[in-house]
């Protein structure tokens, strides 16, 4: 995998694939239409946003480049490549539980706060994308 040098597009499996780490200043791209709904993406190698609506999604310290994202009522997938480890907050359901498994790797239990958020972090390598499943408990 690599970085996403449209900056934001329709992936090959059918999620969306964002985010360039890579770059030294930011870019951002808005009113990409993908399943009915309008994203704006802002990257570079400090941080990755991404809304949909106009509302909060994905955040990534440091920039990242994100594959194969799918969201549902039920929690979103995705697979995470960067430079560094990261931290992650995904806008989610309210005062909710949540199952996070991270690579192989084992599953954890957190709670988003009032507002939706949930952070975590991710260990990156710099070559290997590490696959992220966060589901409602």
Avoid: C, W
Wanted: no cysteine; proline share 1%.
């Amino acid at each position: 995998m690599a970085v996403v040098s449209e900056l934001i597009k329709k992936g090959t499996d059918g999620g969306l694939e964002f985010g360039d780490y890579s770059l030294d200043t930011k870019s951002k791209l808005s009113d990409f239409e993908f399943g009915g709904d309008l994203y704006k993406i802002k990257t570079f190698k400090e941080i990755t946003k991404l809304e949909r609506n106009e509302l909060f999604v994905y955040e990534s310290e440091p920039g990242t480049a994100v594959h194969g994202f799918k969201s549902d009522s039920d929690g979103v997938t995705f697979s995470v490549e960067g430079d560094s480890d990261a931290q992650i907050t995904l806008e989610l359901e309210p005062e909710s539980s949540y199952e996070i498994t991270i690579g192989d790797g084992e599953t954890s239990s957190m709670k988003t706060n009032l507002g939706g958020k949930l952070t975590f972090s991710v260990e990156l390598s710099g070559s290997d994308s590490v696959s992220v499943s966060v589901r409602k408990a």
